[in-house]
């Protein structure tokens, strides 16, 4: 069973940078055919697409976030790490990590989320 917890602090002043750590237990993120990725909920709004991280060390972001992410990982620690710059309180959320398969839109195991407040 596969397992992600994300981790990293609740409030953050705007002009900083948001970074948040997913550890993943009960599977290897090196693994093949899997991306690991960010997502994030805003209050009120839809889950939005922040970006992956795949199997291989390749990165993907979404365009419209790209400029300010940038997401990385420690395979010693099987971690992938979140890095949002520039954050405005519209940055303001509910994040997520999770486990997509390759080739398809399926996500198959989530983090529970943690909420990231922007505010100063």
């Known amino acids: 069973q596969v397992q992600l917890q994300e981790s990293g602090p609740g409030l953050v002043k705007p002009s900083q940078t948001i970074s948040l750590t997913c550890t993943v237990s009960?599977?290897?993120?090196?693994?093949?055919?899997?991306?690991w990725s960010w997502i994030r909920q805003p209050p009120g709004k839809g889950l939005e697409w922040i970006g992956y991280?795949?199997?291989?060390?390749?990165?993907y972001y979404s365009p419209s976030l790209e400029s300010r992410t940038s997401i990385s990982r420690d395979t010693s620690k099987n971690q992938f790490t979140l890095q949002l710059s520039s954050v405005t309180p519209e940055d303001t959320a509910v994040y997520y990590c999770?486990?997509?398969?390759?080739?398809?839109?399926?996500?198959?195991?989530w983090g529970q989320g943690t909420q990231v407040t922007v505010s100063s």
């Open positions: 009960g599977g290897s993120i090196t693994t093949n055919y899997y991306y």
């Open positions: 999770a486990r997509q398969v390759w080739g398809t839109y399926e996500y198959d195991y």
């Open positions: 991280i795949a199997y291989g060390a390749s990165t």
